[in-house]
């Protein structure tokens, strides 16, 4: 139990493009939907949450007309990279969780490479 | 904040040895810590997570201890095999929120 899918699991594209990542809890309701950045060798660096039905809470320093997130359902967030450019390029992790202090559940993540 | 501070950042053992890798936070609200492992190329999944309100928490080769008092927990891998190999999380969590302070990882290597 407790799956989530994230798609797609890799991307390549031109600097200018906007990209759109999707994640879904496949069998249980996510009351809250992370999004993270990883660079290598490095840690997840927590970009926003997400509830169902309401805005996104973003992290200092991550620009949110940036990185659109949207969260309509309770088993879909989907994370839009907008008018990508190289720095942008990196590997993008979703998380689910079902209810409070529970365990995060994660995506397979997707790998962005901007040219 | 929460601050979740973790060693060694690197991990060599030899196959059938144990491996300890510890994890301190600064928060005395944190009551949930969740262990992730994460291969290469894939996202973290959770091994093992330990709650306050006990010590420790043993699954077959996989142990999480916890030391409230001194803020610190471990995670124990006995009998390790070379998939085992991967780079390893730690995390901590309050009642009052659903965000994660994640460690800066440990990155095991199990030598056959």
């Known amino acids: 139990g407790a799956v989530v899918s994230q798609h797609p699991s890799r991307v390549i594209c031109k600097s200018g493009t906007s990209v759109k990542i999707e994640c879904r809890s496949l069998d249980f309701q996510a009351t809250t939907m992370f999004w993270y950045r990883q660079f290598p060798k490095q840690s997840l660096m927590l970009m926003a949450t997400?509830?169902?039905?309401?805005?996104?809470?973003?992290e200092q320093g991550v620009e949110k007309d940036k990185f659109l997130i949207n969260h309509a359902s309770l088993t879909l967030s989907t994370l839009t990279v907008t008018s990508a450019h190289p720095e942008d390029s990196s590997f993008y992790i979703c998380?689910?969780?079902?209810?409070?202090?529970?365990?995060?559940?994660f995506g397979d993540g997707t790998r962005l490479s901007i040219l | 904040g929460e601050n979740v501070e973790q060693h060694p950042s690197t991990l060599s053992v030899q196959e059938g040895d144990s491996a300890v890798i510890k994890c301190t936070y600064s928060?005395?609200?944190?009551?949930?810590f969740p262990w992730y492992k994460q291969e290469l190329g894939k996202g973290p999944q959770l091994i093992i997570d330990?709650?306050?309100?006990?010590g420790e928490k043993k699954d077959q080769r996989i142990a999480v201890t916890l030391n409230k008092t001194a803020k610190h927990f471990s995670l124990h891998i006995t009998e390790t095999q070379p998939e085992d190999s991967a780079v390893y999380f730690c995390a901590a969590s309050t009642d009052t929120g659903n965000q994660f302070y994640f460690g800066t990882g440990t990155s095991l290597t199990v030598i056959p």
């Open positions: 928060d005395s609200a944190s009551n949930y």
């Open positions: 330990i709650r306050s309100n006990v």
């Open positions: 997400s509830n169902e039905g309401s805005k996104a809470t973003y």
């Open positions: 998380s689910a969780i079902d209810g409070n202090n529970q365990p995060q559940h």
